[in-house]
């Protein structure tokens, strides 16, 4: 079911019979066609176990289902839309962010604060995302909103990416994430220059970073 | 020297290979490689400059970002401009003012009666030497040029910068009359002559002459 971006904050979603879709209750802006809309009530997949896993890590953003054959058009707050596919791989990304995704992409949430040991359980803190992230596995695509355009910095061996907390959007790939510091404790008291934390991401994978500093 | 290169219209990269820039303070993004992040008091010009800012309001909160890579900044998804400069002078706003070669030097400027109407007080900040600058701006500005036979008047609100040998002056487009009551919502406008560019945004500041 692929993605088709119309606009830079407005998306269209093919619905085939037999397939699902899943986008943030309320993100629908037209549709053509006969496609139904329904309140998931789980909030997603696996049933009422992934529900209370979601609700247990507060990533539990309205859910609807979406159902039919025709075509769905999604945005949401004037944000800006990227539509990322995923082959196999697994992306990370906050719920809220999520706008809608292919039924066929396995939904998780996943615990952040264990990865770089107390920096972090920082992370979730500074980035004011939580310690939990939902996950999408497999094979389809996904539309994530991000607060003006998105910028695609891949990740490589020995080429890791630093990311501001708060301009932090999503990654994806065999990536571990924690939280550095680019100054000294000297910087730190008093007079920070307004970096004082990023996000450093290592591993093989792309990391989606928004143009702004402003959360959703 | 560093190299600057928009990415989208929203995301500056800058290259740098062991030099250094200035940029408004918090505004990276994200950066590859190795970059410090450190605190400038002053954005310039040593102590008196740092005095000059403190009195005139022009205070900016500059970061200095030294290193080898890429570092990627952006301001609450405003649009960024390019502009070189060759040792002419750039008028700016420092709220405008994302990240500036370090080769170039910062001041501020008095512009009188002008900074209060924008909103944006008596002074401006200044660019001047050779090298790159970025602004940001509310929707893509454009550059519109004036020539002693083509003068411009612009609505302080869109104003953005500007650079060359420009005199400007504040003007009314109402009588007394006018003013009390009813207004036609371009009440002032900044008339530029001279030789020289002017960026303007296709934006409208609030400013106390727009709400006149």
Known sequence: MPFTLLTSRMVEAQVLPGQTLFSQRG???AYRGDVRFTPSITGGQRGVRGMIGRRIADEDTPLMTVEGQGTVMFGHGGHHVQVIDLAGDTLYVESDRLLAFDGSLRQGTMFMGSQGGVMGMVRGQVTGQGLFTTTLEGHGSAAVMAHGGVLELPIGPGRPVHVDPQAYVAHRGDVRNKLSTAIGWREMVGRGSGEAFQLELSGTGMVYVQASEEKL | MAQFRLQGSRVLAVDLTGDSVKAKNGAMVAYEGDMTFKKKTGGGEGLRGMVTRRLTGEQMAVMEVKGHGTCYFADRASEINLVS?????????????????????????????????QGNGLFTTTVEGTGQAALVS????IVLRVTPQTPLQVDPGAYLAHTGGLKQHFQTGVNFRALIGESGGESFQIRFEGDGLVYVQPSERNTIGGEL
Do not use: P, W
Request: some cysteine; glycine content about 12%.
């Open chain 2, 85 to 117: 400069l060759h040792g002419e002078k750039l008028y700016v706003e420092s709220s405008n003012l994302l990240c500036t070669d370090s080769a170039l030097r910062t001041g501020a400027s008095f512009t009188g009666l002008r900074g209060s109407a």
């Open chain 1, 27 to 29: 993100a629908m802006l």
């Open chain 2, 138 to 141: 509310a929707g893509t500005a």
